[in-house]
């Protein structure tokens, strides 16, 4: 296998040629020969107005699921109720009305999310404490599965080199475990039409190359986008395999990782589908290290909080996971809303309404945390994360239009709602800052000031910045993390920078979310773009387009601190962050200050050293997490 760093997946460092310049490899059309024989299987699409058929002896969730999502739930309840009947009491001074009643609806319902934050990362600490940093697996080797599995990496317009670099090294380390017999690896184009050759060259040239079979198939029309790619699929190929595993195209798993996740599908026939937490990697300019770091470190509490909850409701992120091909083909068929009303047409964010649906129908649903081998790529610059959000969001808000669905896990419809409300705090957060100021001004008397208490302020600091400091003491319990982000020391340097730059940033992704919301509702789609996955930096031309509305409201909130209106004067961090939105963008777009800010010995993470193609012997170690806690 050959010596190839993740972080050098996308470079082209390797010794191997690059996928798709061998000009001496005829592209050919794509005829049946890049196919396997069709295997179809009935997939039907959903009537979300009719209860399903359950069939299936699905697993029993734990008893302590119950108590631990009311500790989440009531104690997130009971948090926001009590700061925001604290902050209600100065504007009981001249009496109550309808604006005052809003004004206490808004603050309660952000003030419960961020302390829904705060008590999750609470409870994955304790997690952690309780087990180790890890979830211990069984004491097993590593043991191949006995049934077939399709490994499906659909594509849209992406760097050729870069995705075909990717699917090589996963062929790669399935062949050092001794199962390319067992995984088939499918590239599912919706590229348009000038990719074809491009793409069809590398798909030769891989398939010549690897022990596993290896597949091509791209569709002329981009139905449903991604959930009609893979639907497409499932209904011609599904019935040939018993396990698909759903990559995007910036994924990476190690061999040793799918099959683990093989054998617990093959081991527990209940499950319909287990979403693994990739790590992220490969990322160069500051924006992306900030998120890399921020991953890996604060990402283990969260995810053993998520999951120690989530039981056998857990969630589906559409990719790096592994689902049941025949569960997925009963339960998953998406019908299109109507076109003529609100956030209607196809459904975008499928990942989590497939999660539920295969709840509806019985299946399980399980998160599981691996200890390596599962990993994914986060967008360049602010700009393209933008772009991707934009999708996300009207997609999460499409979620409110199916909790009528009848049969879902009252967990499955938190879920939802939790995905839009992901979202929705923005305009919330906006609102709520105009909302303040206006009762400031409107007060009748001298002397008003809307926060009545230090303590509630102190709660609000503890409630942001407490999954920190939690995922901070976890650090404690995990030597390699440790090890691996750099030490104590480069540790507290990166967290340093990853809190002003948070801070910096939120005001900025308050104000395009909440663009995007409006954009939204004015019936406007976000259309398909392919994603920019590599950039050395944005032009400053291209940041001040982009964030100029942000530039106008930070001039609007500094006016009002300037004329000294009431209140005005704790919009000024607010302000200073959409202010600043332009540079910032620009200067976390640059890899240099990224590669700089590692020199020095901040914002390091486990992917700066950390290599894909481990021996074999060192991946038997890896062991599969119970899929309930």
Request: hydrophobic letters at 50%.
């Amino acid at each position: 296998m050959h010596d190839a760093r993740m972080n050098e997946v996308n470079k082209g460092e390797a010794d191997d040629a690059p996928f798709g310049t061998d000009a001496s490899i005829d592209p050919g059309p794509t005829t049946h020969a890049d196919l396997p024989p069709e295997t179809p299987i009935e997939m039907p699409i959903q009537d979300f107005g009719a209860l399903p058929v359950v069939q299936v002896d699905h697993e029993q969730p734990l008893r302590s699921l119950v108590l631990r999502r009311a500790f989440l739930i009531v104690g997130s309840f009971l948090c926001g109720l009590l700061a925001a009947q604290e902050m209600f009491t100065p504007l009981q001074s001249d009496g109550v009305d309808l604006i005052d009643a809003g004004f206490f609806v808004l603050f309660f319902g952000l003030f419960a999310w961020i302390a829904f934050g705060f008590l999750n990362a609470v409870a994955g600490f304790f997690v952690m404490l309780a087990r180790g940093p890890m979830v211990p697996g069984p004491a097993m080797k590593l043991s191949l599965p006995t049934a077939r599995t399709a490994v499906l990496m659909p594509i849209y317009n992406e760097d050729v080199h870069a995705v075909f670099r990717r699917l090589r090294l996963m062929s790669e380390s399935v062949a050092a475990i001794g199962a390319s017999d067992k995984f088939d690896f499918f590239i599912l184009s919706d590229s348009g039409e000038d990719a074809l050759a491009r793409e069809h060259i590398a798909f030769r040239q891989f398939r010549s190359e690897s022990a596993s079979a290896v597949y091509y198939r791209r569709r002329a029309l981009n139905v449903a986008r991604k959930p009609g790619n893979i639907g497409d699929w499932v209904r011609r190929f599904g019935g040939g395999y018993d396990h698909m595993i759903v990559l995007d195209a910036d994924s990476l798993m190690s061999g040793a990782a799918m099959s683990r996740l093989a054998t617990a599908m093959e081991a527990r026939p209940g499950i319909g589908l287990i979403q693994t937490v990739p790590a992220l990697l490969n990322g160069r300019t500051m924006f992306a290290r900030w998120h890399q770091f921020a991953a890996a470190l604060y990402g283990p509490v969260g995810s053993a909080g998520l999951r120690w909850w989530s039981g056998t409701e857990a969630t589906f992120w559409g990719h790096n996971a592994i689902v049941r091909c025949r569960a997925f083909a009963e339960s998953c068929g998406l019908p299109a809303l109507d076109e003529d009303v609100l956030l209607g047409g196809h459904i975008m964010s499928h990942d989590m309404v497939e999660a539920a649906l295969l709840r509806r129908r019985g299946w399980a649903v399980h998160l599981v945390m691996l200890s390596d081998g599962t990993y994914e790529e986060y967008p360049p610059t602010m700009i393209d994360h933008a772009i991707r959000d934009r999708r996300w969001c009207q997609g999460n808000l499409q979620h409110l239009r199916l909790l009528h669905t009848r049969g879902l896990h009252w967990i499955s419809r938190l879920q939802l709602v939790m995905g839009a409300s992901a979202y929705l705090t923005s305009p919330l957060w906006l609102l709520l800052i105009f909302a303040g100021v206006f009762e400031q001004v409107r007060a009748d008397f001298d002397g008003f000031l809307l926060i009545s208490s230090g303590w509630l302020l102190t709660l609000t600091l503890i409630f942001l910045f407490g999954p920190k400091v939690v995922a901070l003491l976890a650090l404690s319990l995990d030597d390699a993390l440790l090890k691996s982000l750099g030490g104590w020391r480069k540790v507290l340097r990166g967290v340093a920078v990853e809190i002003l730059i948070s801070i910096v940033t939120a005001p900025v992704t308050m104000l395009t979310q909440t663009m995007a919301i409006v954009s939204i509702l004015r019936g406007r789609h976000s259309g398909w773009s392919p994603q920019r996955r590599e950039t050395e930096g944005l032009l400053f031309g291209e940041v001040l387009r982009y964030y100029r509305w942000h530039l106008a409201l930070g001039a609007l909130l500094v006016a009002g601190i300037v004329a000294g209106v009431d209140g005005s004067i704790w919009t000024l961090p607010v302000a200073a962050g959409l202010l600043l939105a332009p540079a910032t963008a620009w200067l976390s777009s640059r890899a240099s200050v990224g590669d700089w800010l590692v020199r020095h010995g901040m914002l390091l993470s486990p992917a700066d050293s950390t290599r894909f193609d481990t021996p074999p012997e060192d991946e038997a170690a890896l062991t599969l997490q119970p899929a309930v806690a």
